[in-house]
């Protein structure tokens, strides 16, 4: 332990803590006193700065007019379908590219590293035309060589071959297009590659199969590392903007970050921010809690991820 | 590539359990990737019904286009803010925390969750506290500088709105990175300097920062990234990429007028032109984590 007496840097060190913290604090601080506030305080200017007692009459109203025990249950399945169908897609994935052999796997593995270079954010039509219709393809194919004129002619009378289903307005919509992921494959890869390798001999010639040294040996051994995704991933899953945005049309589907938009008050309404605000508290509760009580796997996800 | 010297024999399992990441990304990711690559070249008619093979007058147009230069021009402004504001933020704060003897715990507690909070809903409790009518900061600025606070209508406002939305959320993650590779540091080094004689400015500028770059370059890259994409959501919750269209950086350009304005061909080009940009971060990238490798072993 190094022994230097700095007081006065010391001081510094404190006080800019102490700032930095009220300074992050401050936007949730602000929201937390207008969320107990009545309208007319909160439209005060400037708005009191000490709480008043309507806050739970303030997030009962913002749960009735936001919608938002339907939305926050739809971010909840969202959320919870994104990291268990990250996390299983990934271990195998994982699995297959380090513990078999076989023609394909090194293009498997540039297959699934490139995806990290296709961010939702620069194919949004085309995926958006993709969700809406899972069959496009496959439609497309049909129509270039003239299938539906063949089988309606070998059926004898006019039908017409319609292939469609749609992802719109779905969980499996929300859910399966942000299920595949480069980085936790990649973790998963980093993983399985530092555990010794006796481990699979031994498996293999105590007869375990395959699948039994996967969910008796590497999964168990992975506990941590799944343990981790799973706060980094549930926080990603539930603060999830654009996909939504663009997959869902119904009020009834859509997520609670994105319904949230609904309670902001326009200028020509009243200024109810102290409903928009109780709502904003309902809304960022769930992620916020499991960083704060998950902190240090999230820590170590968040590190171990990007490595 | 590498593998497990002892591996299992079964060719089918090795495809069937590695098969559902290849039909996730066949479906979502590269059909779609080439479908916008192939809308690029093209040029539909307004009903949607032909389409014509136009080569690059997409791309050729777009950079004729003065409202994409301008949104490229924004975009460039608004990253490079929020990277100076959440980074030199973070690293501050970080280095700080590193320093105090006492609640390191309870700092980092009250430092990480704002990385919690949706970039869309940072953006809402922001446009509370600037909101031009309510917003106490409005009220602030307007007292002490006199200065008529609207970012509802001024651009410089809104972008100044947007910038802090989006470093607000971003400033946790840093901090969570600059810490770990501050604790990384060997104390040692940091002892013998001081022993030298070296103040702990200077120490942290000649030792500590230059060590820190590995993070730095990791962290600026991963800002850039936030900002050019993720921060999609404060703009569309909170300014719509206005007023006049001050605020409209690239990522919420393509969403407009491919999504809403139906301009596919014009869209796709910008999509392919922001394609590119991530295949470049991401070289750039990996060949700086090469270097990184060949340093140490």
Same mark, same amino acid.
């Given at each position: 332990?190094?022994?230097?007496?700095?007081?006065?840097?010391?001081?510094?060190?404190?006080?800019?803590?102490?700032?930095?913290?009220?300074?992050?604090?401050?936007?949730?601080?602000?929201?937390?006193?207008?969320?107990?506030?009545? #309208?007319?305080?909160?439209?005060?200017?400037?708005?009191?700065?000490?709480?008043?007692?309507?806050?739970?009459?303030?997030?009962?109203?913002?749960?009735?007019?936001?919608? #938002?025990?339907?939305?926050?249950?739809?971010?909840?399945?969202?959320?919870?379908?994104?990291?268990?169908?990250?996390?299983?897609?990934?271990?195998?994935?994982?699995?297959?590219?380090?513990?078999?052999?076989?023609?394909?796997?090194?293009?498997?593995?540039?297959?699934?590293?490139?995806?990290?270079?296709?961010?939702?954010?620069?194919?949004?039509?085309?995926?958006?035309?993709?969700?809406?219709?899972?069959?496009?393809?496959?439609?497309?194919?049909?129509? +270039?060589?003239?299938?539906?004129?063949?089988?309606?002619?070998?059926?004898?009378?006019?039908?017409?071959?319609?292939?469609?289903?749609?992802?719109?307005?779905?969980?499996?919509? #929300?859910?399966?297009?942000?299920?595949?992921? +480069?980085?936790?494959?990649?973790?998963?890869?980093?993983?399985?590659?530092?555990?010794?390798?006796?481990?699979?001999? +031994?498996?293999?010639?105590?007869?375990?199969?395959?699948?039994?040294?996967?969910?008796?040996?590497?999964?168990?051994?992975?506990?941590?590392?799944?343990? +981790?995704?799973?706060?980094?991933?549930?926080?990603?899953?539930?603060?999830?903007?654009?996909?939504?945005?663009?997959?869902?049309?119904?009020?009834?589907?859509?997520?609670?970050?994105?319904?949230?938009?609904? #309670?902001?008050?326009?200028?020509?309404?009243?200024?109810?921010?102290?409903?928009?605000?109780?709502?904003?508290?309902?809304?960022?509760?769930?992620?916020?809690?499991?960083?704060?009580?998950?902190?240090?796997?999230?820590?170590?996800?968040?590190?171990?991820?990007?490595? | 590539?590498?593998?497990?010297?002892?591996? %299992?024999?079964? =060719?089918?399992?090795?495809?069937?359990?590695?098969?559902?990441?290849?039909?996730?990304?066949?479906?979502?990711?590269?059909?779609? !990737?080439?479908?916008?690559?192939?809308?690029?070249?093209?040029?539909?008619?307004?009903?949607?019904?032909?389409?014509?093979?136009?080569? /690059?007058?997409?791309?050729?147009?777009?950079? =004729?286009? &003065?409202?994409?230069?301008?949104?490229?021009?924004?975009?460039?402004?608004?990253?490079?803010?929020?990277?100076?504001?959440?980074?030199?933020?973070?690293?501050?704060?970080?280095?700080?925390?590193?320093?105090?003897?006492?609640?390191?715990?309870?700092?980092?507690?009250?430092?990480?969750?704002?990385?919690?909070?949706? &970039?869309?809903?940072?953006?809402?409790?922001?446009?509370?506290?600037?909101?031009?009518?309510?917003?106490?900061?409005?009220?602030?600025?307007?007292?002490?500088?006199?200065?008529?606070?609207?970012?509802?209508?001024?651009?410089?406002? !809104?972008?100044?709105?947007?910038?802090?939305?989006?470093?607000?959320?971003?400033?946790?993650?840093?901090?969570? %990175?600059?810490?770990?590779?501050?604790? !990384?540091?060997?104390?040692?080094?940091?002892?013998?300097?001081?022993?030298?004689? !070296?103040?702990?400015?200077?120490?942290?500028?000649?030792?500590?920062?230059?060590?820190?770059?590995?993070?730095?370059?990791?962290?600026?890259?991963?800002?850039?990234? /936030?900002?050019?994409?993720?921060?999609?959501?404060?703009?569309?919750?909170?300014?719509?990429?206005?007023?006049?269209?001050?605020?409209?950086?690239?990522?919420? =350009?393509?969403?407009?007028?491919?999504?809403?304005?139906?301009?596919?061909?014009?869209?796709?080009?910008?999509?392919?032109?922001?394609?590119?940009?991530?295949?470049?971060?991401?070289?750039?990238?990996?060949?700086?984590?090469?270097? =990184?490798?060949?340093?140490?072993?």
């Amino acid at each position: 332990m190094m022994v230097e007496k700095t007081p006065k840097l010391d001081l510094f060190t404190y006080i800019s803590l102490i700032i930095g913290i009220i300074v992050v604090g401050f936007p949730i601080f602000y929201a937390i006193i207008a969320a107990t506030l009545p #309208l007319d305080e909160v439209s005060k200017v400037p708005m009191p700065l000490i709480p008043g007692d309507q806050f739970f009459d303030n997030i009962k109203e913002a749960w009735v007019k936001g919608n #938002l025990g339907t939305l926050l249950f739809n971010s909840f399945v969202m959320a919870s379908g994104i990291t268990i169908g990250k996390i299983i897609v990934s271990l195998f994935g994982a699995f297959s590219i380090v513990y078999f052999e076989y023609r394909f796997r090194a293009l498997v593995f540039a297959t699934v590293f490139c995806t990290l270079m296709l961010p939702v954010e620069v194919r949004i039509v085309p995926t958006y035309e993709m969700a809406a219709n899972l069959f496009g393809p496959l439609q497309g194919l049909f129509d +270039a060589l003239g299938l539906n004129s063949i089988i309606s002619w070998f059926a004898g009378h006019d039908i017409e071959v319609n292939l469609e289903l749609s992802l719109l307005d779905s969980y499996a919509g #929300l859910i399966l297009p942000l299920t595949a992921s +480069a980085t936790c494959t990649f973790l998963f890869r980093q993983f399985f590659l530092t555990i010794p390798e006796e481990l699979c001999e +031994a498996a293999k010639m105590d007869g375990a199969s395959p699948m039994t040294f996967f969910w008796k040996i590497l999964v168990p051994l992975s506990k941590t590392n799944i343990a +981790a995704l799973v706060v980094i991933e549930f926080v990603y899953g539930w603060n999830q903007y654009l996909w939504p945005l663009l997959i869902t049309t119904s009020a009834d589907m859509t997520t609670a970050v994105i319904g949230l938009q609904h #309670l902001i008050p326009s200028p020509e309404d009243p200024p109810t921010w102290n409903i928009a605000m109780a709502g904003a508290l309902l809304v960022v509760m769930p992620p916020v809690l499991v960083v704060l009580f998950m902190q240090r796997w999230f820590v170590k996800g968040l590190v171990e991820r990007e490595k | 590539m590498l593998r497990k010297r002892s591996y %299992f024999k079964s =060719k089918t399992l090795a495809y069937f359990l590695v098969m559902p990441q290849i039909l996730i990304t066949a479906t979502f990711f590269y059909w779609p !990737a080439i479908r916008g690559l192939v809308a690029s070249f093209m040029r539909s008619d307004p009903f949607g019904l032909r389409s014509t093979f136009v080569w /690059f007058d997409n791309y050729i147009n777009l950079f =004729k286009d &003065p409202l994409y230069l301008k949104s490229i021009v924004i975009t460039l402004v608004f990253s490079g803010s929020v990277a100076l504001l959440s980074i030199s933020a973070g690293l501050f704060l970080a280095s700080m925390a590193n320093r105090a003897l006492k609640f390191t715990a309870l700092t980092r507690t009250l430092l990480i969750w704002p990385y919690a909070i949706a &970039p869309a809903i940072s953006g809402i409790l922001w446009l509370f506290l600037l909101h031009p009518s309510y917003g106490v900061v409005a009220i602030w600025v307007n007292r002490v500088f006199g200065l008529e606070w609207n970012p509802l209508l001024d651009s410089r406002h !809104a972008m100044l709105m947007v910038v802090l939305a989006s470093s607000w959320k971003n400033i946790s993650y840093n901090f969570v %990175f600059f810490m770990a590779g501050l604790q !990384a540091i060997p104390k040692s080094l940091i002892e013998a300097a001081a022993m030298d004689g !070296a103040s702990p400015f200077r120490r942290f500028w000649t030792i500590t920062f230059p060590l820190l770059s590995p993070t730095m370059f990791f962290v600026t890259v991963m800002t850039i990234i /936030f900002s050019f994409f993720e921060s999609f959501g404060v703009i569309h919750a909170v300014t719509q990429g206005g007023p006049g269209g001050s605020t409209n950086i690239l990522v919420y =350009k393509v969403y407009q007028d491919g999504f809403i304005g139906l301009n596919l061909g014009s869209s796709s080009a910008q999509s392919v032109v922001l394609m590119l940009l991530i295949v470049f971060i991401t070289i750039l990238q990996f060949k700086f984590v090469e270097r =990184k490798v060949q340093y140490t072993g």
